[in-house]
Every structure is written in C-alpha cells, then in structure tokens.
C-alpha cells in the first residue's frame, strides 16, 4: 500500500468514525509506526482536510450545524488537583469543553482541542493527566488558562460561569476574544 492509499483510508476512517481514534490504533491497523500517521495527519492537515487531535486522539471535524452553537471562552485558574472538579461543573449544566489555551509571555497564544463531552471524557483526561510524565499546559502560566466552552444556550452558558465563579475557578482580566456564538 503507498502512502496515498494509507492517506485515503485513514481520511476514510476518520470521516466514518463519531469516536476520536488514536494514532497509536492507526499505526497497528495499517502496520506502521505512530510516527507514519501523525506525518500523514500532517500531510492531510496541510490539504485542508480539518483533522483535530484530541488527547483521545484524531477526530474529523463535521461542519457546523446549521444554528450556531453558543460558546463563551472562560478565563479560569486552578490547581490540578481541581481539573475534574472544574470539567464536571462545566459539563453538569450541559457545557461541553472544546479546547484549552494558555497565552504565553514567549510562545504567544498556545491552543489545544479537548473536547469534553462527557463526564467519562472528563475523568479519562483527568486519569491520563495525573499518570503523565508531562505537565497540563496551565503550568506554563502559573495555573491560568482558558477555555472554550459551548452550551445549547446563553443562559446555561451564564449558568456556567456563575458556577466558575462561585468556586473560585473564574479570573478577571486578560480576556481573549469572547463572543457568544
């Protein structure tokens, strides 16, 4: 098989599945190493295709639905011991978590897709986080980060930041561009 063909099942594969998959499942799947796929994503990516790489792993980013979702971007501070803690209140008021972004001082704005969905999505990134030898990007920026968060209303997204805020997860200033969608 070249290395097109590979490029075309993986597109293939990608568009079929609802689930990320991992680059690792990839590389078993088509008997080469992992470090094979993430050039292909890359070779993909740099074609348009919009492949996301989540922790879980690569996800085909379907067009948006036809009513815009509302998303708010919050800018948030806390200990990693509080990251569940922070994702189930976000998720128990119907936000989901689309991404985390820190702005650092040399690298500028660094931003990552999470996607969490769900409360199990919440507590495999949580255990993944804590058996990581690397670091949450939030460590970059004395804890500080920000995230985007999409709800099926303004008022749960309200709802959600008065939640932050009460747990005194919720930072003032230094806000990224945050319109409702």
């Known amino acids: 098989m070249t290395g097109e063909e590979r490029r075309n099942r993986i597109l293939q594969m990608l568009q079929t599945q609802t689930a990320p998959l991992s680059g690792t499942a990839l590389a078993e799947c088509f008997h080469v190493s992992r470090q094979v796929i993430v050039q292909d994503i890359a070779l993909m990516r740099a074609e348009n295709h919009p492949i996301l790489s989540t922790n879980r792993g690569y996800l085909y980013r379907r067009r948006e639905a036809a009513v815009p979702v509302p998303k708010r971007v919050f800018f948030v501070r806390h200990t990693t011991g509080q990251v569940l803690e922070e994702f189930e209140t976000i998720l128990e008021l119907g936000g989901k978590i689309l991404d985390v972004v820190v702005e650092h001082e040399l690298y500028g704005q660094i931003r990552v897709d999470l ?3 769900t409360k ?4 495999e990134f949580y255990a993944k986080l804590l058996k990581s030898h690397d670091k949450a990007l939030k460590v970059l920026t004395d804890d500080c980060h920000y995230h985007t968060v999409a709800a099926p209303t303004k008022t749960l997204l309200d709802l959600i930041e008065q939640a932050l805020q009460q747990k005194g997860f ?6 990224l561009d945050t319109k409702d969608g």
């Open 120 to 123: 199990q999505d919440a507590q």
């Open 115 to 117: 996607l969490i969905e």
């Open 170 to 175: 919720l930072q003032k200033g230094n806000h």
